[in-house]
């Protein structure tokens, strides 16, 4: 029996509202704002734990609808409900607001460990290619500009939303030299390039790597040129349903990020349906086409990571925003 939905706070609204319009986006992002939205939750009005609790799932529901291929969300949601723990309004209140803050922490310190690992990679006087933009990645240079090194990028400006251009501009905080190329350019630019470095929105349990659509053909692309590929993600990007066989859902996204409307008339008369445009997010890359896995606790090459993950999650998952 599916539970009739308790009202959550606008917070909570706003900020689904933000993540499925990717006004908040790039995995770390997104969990960090869910957790944040969580906590928000709980500061509100409830009649008994009973509510408390209620509200606080339902909270975890709306978020968790808004984008189904970034596991760092549901990974988020778990961590802060299961510390939901206490007898009274005010202990279960304490106790949520807490777990929020302490996941939320936790997130940025694992992202500077991944840096520091990811920066061994990386050699004084390489050049990187960029795929999208990820926070997890750009840790990865930050910590070896940090170091002294010098590094340069190639960075693909990811049609179709362009986040290449947000690495571009962090990239260039940083002050590593940028040439923005079209994604369709990549081939060409591979032989300038030593390694491929990318981020992650899901890893599944093979070691398969679900990332912003495009990564895949240019992994396969890096793979032929002799380039190594590096994916930066940190554990909440491991997706623990995949250890019991579960394929990740490949989130579609809205027509018009591809095609306004006014250049669909230009292709077709008003009205025509027949013409079809898909919009993919994501997609997977097989682990034999991805050198290294960075996580804030080492690198992994992928066939290995289910190891990690057993260690992180044990072999049973629950969803408790279903409860
Ligand atoms: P961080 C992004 O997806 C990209 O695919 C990027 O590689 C990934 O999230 C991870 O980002 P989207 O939200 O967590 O732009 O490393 O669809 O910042």
Redesign the pocket.
């Known amino acids: 029996m599916t539970e009739s939905r308790p009202p959550v706070v606008s917070a909570v609204e706003e900020t689904a509202d933000r993540i499925a319009s ?1 006004e908040v ?7 960090d704002a869910a957790a944040a939205a969580l906590a928000e939750q709980a500061t509100a009005d409830a009649d008994s734990p009973a509510a408390f609790r209620a509200g606080m799932r339902s909270a975890a529901r709306v978020l968790y609808e808004t ?1 189904p ?2 596991v ?1 969300l549901p990974n988020s949601l778990r961590y802060v409900l299961r510390g939901v723990e206490g007898t009274t309004v005010a202990e279960l209140r304490t106790a949520s607001i807490d777990r929020a803050e302490r996941f939320r922490s936790e997130l940025e310190r694992a992202q500077e460990r991944l840096g520091r690992v990811g920066s061994n990679r990386l050699r004084d006087g390489d050049v990187v290619m960029t ?8 840790a990865c240079v930050k910590a070896a500009v940090g170091d002294g090194k010098s590094i340069e990028a190639i960075v693909k400006e990811t049609r179709p ?1 362009n ?1 290449g251009h947000i690495t571009a501009r962090e990239l260039r905080e940083l002050d590593v030299p940028v040439t923005l190329i079209v994604d369709n350019a990549a081939r060409r630019y591979l032989k300038d390039v030593d390694h491929v470095l ?4 899901s890893i599944a349990a093979d070691g398969s790597v679900i ?2 659509i495009g ?1 895949s053909g240019l992994a396969v692309n890096a793979r032929e040129r002799g380039v190594p590929v590096t994916v ?3 554990t909440i ?1 491991l997706h623990p349903d995949t250890m019991t066989g579960h394929a990740v859902e490949i ?1 579609m996204r809205s027509e018009t990020e591809v095609l306004t409307p006014e250049d669909r008339a230009e292709i077709v008369d008003d009205g025509d349906r027949e013409l079809t445009v898909e919009n993919p ?2 997609d997977i890359t097989p682990p034999r086409h991805v050198d290294a896995i960075v996580t804030e606790r080492g690198q992994f090459p992928p066939e290995s990571i289910v190891v990690l993950m057993r260690e992180l999650f044990g072999e049973t998952i629950d969803e408790p925003w279903s409860a």
């Open positions: 990717m986006r790039g995995a770390a992002a997104i969990a984008r291929t970034a760092s795929h999208c933009h990820s926070t997890d990645a750009l939303r986040q990318v981020g992650a929105d990332n912003k990564t930066a993600a940190q990007k989130e997010a994501f």
